[in-house]
């Protein structure tokens, strides 16, 4: 099983889209930890590999 950790914070959620939409297709798990989001980005909503979490202290 291939998986990829990430984080990321509101100011680059485009970026955060698009690394999201490239690794998709590559890895079998994407956990991704939401800094500072209040919550999930529904451009996110589509992709089901990934256990998401938006934790009350930053983890950068």
């Known amino acids: 099983m291939i998986v990829a950790n990430m984080s990321s914070y509101?100011?680059?959620?485009?970026?955060?889209?698009?690394?999201?939409?490239?690794?998709?297709a590559q890895v079998d798990k994407i956990n991704l930890c939401l800094?500072?989001?209040?919550?999930?980005?529904?451009?996110l909503d589509g992709f089901s590999k990934f256990p998401h979490n938006i934790p009350l202290n930053n983890l950068f």
Do not use: A, G, T, W
């Not at 509101?10 to 998709?24: A, D, F, N, T, Y």
């Not at 800094?35 to 980005?41: A, D, L």
């Open 35 to 43: 800094n500072e989001f209040e919550e999930i980005p529904e451009e």
């Open 10 to 24: 509101p100011p680059r959620k485009k970026e955060l889209v698009h690394s999201i939409q490239s690794l998709h």
